[in-house]
């Protein structure tokens, strides 16, 4: 399937500059693209790239619209290129309506006349499932668990009993919701599992990547803030509550009873310790180590973590290391080549 440029430029509400009528079959990314198809410059930086680029269009911002190929110039890059993208390669929508016969669905769950359970999904005793929500196949939801309204479940996703999702929750393949906490009393030599009588509740916008594991609270609840987007891999342990709008990047580990603010971010491998409060808007570099309280705002990096200036301040100093090791040898060496002075004799006091 090819479309005209023109047509493009209509759909993105762009301005069109060069061959309107060249046909374009596809969309991808400077790196990838082929002949026929279009990329987008989001950069000036890009520019130099171009000449190897084999794209045979281009989307880009009015201030580099004359680059010698045919061009469609916009506002919002990335928006634009999106519906382009979607044009050549629309999203498939959900055919099947209902429940599968092969999902095995509790008497006493209450499910929303629409709701959608596909293939081997397995719904316990008592639980509420909200308008519009999808259930894929192989996703286990056990007994009193509620999730709301228009929410999606991928392929085997676990939710433990109790479990609580809001309404237009994402939850990726593989994630597992309200498992035990990791929290043992050691009696008699022997570790024993303590109380685990607590549940996971997700608030509402929330997404929830593929493999991450999020463990029910001891007593309470384990709560996921409104809006915030956790990536694949990542662990949060029993008793946190994680505020509003947060980002949470692949395989950050969180221990238990930590609390967070509102827009926080945490680069990828970031761990945190139990029992810490990281304050509002704060930015967590990648794999830093977090041992204390990070205040509002403030951004830290390192193992362990510490301010950003800070830490700048060390890894220069780190690198002076090897110099300074060769003028500390060097000191050495003229300190042995001095004359060394007689040492006192013991003399004896004066008798009065």
Request: glycine residues 10%.
């Amino acid at each position: 399937m090819s479309t005209l440029l023109r047509d493009l430029a209509e759909l993105v509400q762009g301005e069109l500059h060069g061959d309107g009528q060249l046909p374009i079959s596809g969309a991808d990314t400077m790196r990838d693209a082929r002949p026929g198809e279009i990329t987008l410059i989001d950069h000036p930086r890009l520019l130099s790239k171009l000449e190897e680029c084999r794209a045979s269009a281009l989307l880009t911002s009015p201030d580099l619209a004359s680059l010698g190929r045919p061009t469609i110039a916009v506002s919002d890059i990335h928006a634009s290129f999106a519906k382009i993208v979607q044009h050549f390669r629309p999203l498939r929508f959900e055919t099947q309506r209902g429940i599968h016969p092969t999902a095995v669905v509790s008497p006493s769950a209450r499910l929303a006349a629409d709701v959608v359970v596909h293939a081997h999904a397995l719904i316990g005793d008592q639980v509420e499932i909200g308008p519009g929500t999808i259930v894929h196949a192989g996703a286990h939801i056990m007994a009193g668990c509620r999730v709301g309204e228009h929410t999606v479940l991928f392929p085997r996703v676990v939710l433990y009993e109790n479990t609580i999702v809001g309404s237009r929750v994402l939850i990726h393949a593989g994630a597992v919701l309200g498992a035990y906490g990791f929290g043992y009393n050691t009696v008699e030599g022997q570790h024993r599992l303590s109380p685990q009588l607590g549940n996971v509740v997700i608030e509402d916008e929330v997404e929830i990547g593929a493999c991450t594991t999020i463990d029910r609270s001891t007593y309470g609840s384990t709560v996921i803030g409104e809006g915030t987007k956790i990536d694949n891999h990542v662990m949060i342990a029993h008793n946190c509550r994680i505020g509003r709008y947060n980002m949470i990047c692949s395989q950050v580990g969180i221990a238990g009873s930590t609390t967070t603010g509102d827009y926080v971010v945490m680069g990828g491998q970031v761990g945190v310790r139990d029992h810490v409060h990281i304050g509002s808007g704060a930015m967590l570099g990648a794999k830093a180590g977090v041992m204390s309280d990070i205040p509002e705002g403030g951004a830290y990096v390192g193992i362990p973590a510490t301010p950003e200036r800070q830490q700048m301040l060390i890894q220069a100093s780190l690198h002076k290391l090897p110099a300074l090791k060769k003028q500390v040898k060097a000191l050495e060496r003229l300190i042995e080549q001095l004359p060394r002075a007689p040492l006192p004799t013991d003399t004896q006091p004066e008798s009065l």
